[in-house]
């Protein structure tokens, strides 16, 4: 297996674990991947019980630096994504 995970390996370990065809296991990957993604876009948190949070925080603008030139440049205010792990995730990464 390789070193990421993709889309695909996770078709592919639904297939082979839930026994749906390669289309539904495709399919439900999609789907649950777009609900995930629209409930970030419009702020909602999202929360994977013994995996771990995704959250989108705000970023107040600030005054940033180009470190090449040293020149100030104005940072937008911004929304970025986060994840948290569960305390169970750690554990079982730790061990």
């Known amino acids: ?3 990421t995970l993709t889309r695909a390996d ?12 390669r289309n539904e296991s495709a399919e439900l990957v ?3 991947l777009e609900e995930v993604a629209s409930c970030l876009v419009n ?6 019980s013994s995996f771990g949070s995704f959250l989108v925080r705000q970023k107040n603008g600030r005054m940033g630096r180009n470190p090449k030139t040293g020149e ?5 205010p911004r929304r970025v994504l986060v994840f948290r792990p569960s305390q169970v995730m750690k554990d079982r ?3």
């Open 10 to 21: 996770l078709t592919e370990a639904i297939y082979e674990e839930v026994g749906l065809s």
């Open 30 to 32: 999609e789907s649950v």
């Open 1 to 3: 297996m390789s070193s």
């Open 72 to 76: 100030e440049v104005p940072i937008a």
């Open 93 to 95: 990464i730790n061990s």
């Open 43 to 48: 702020g909602e948190n999202v929360k994977v």
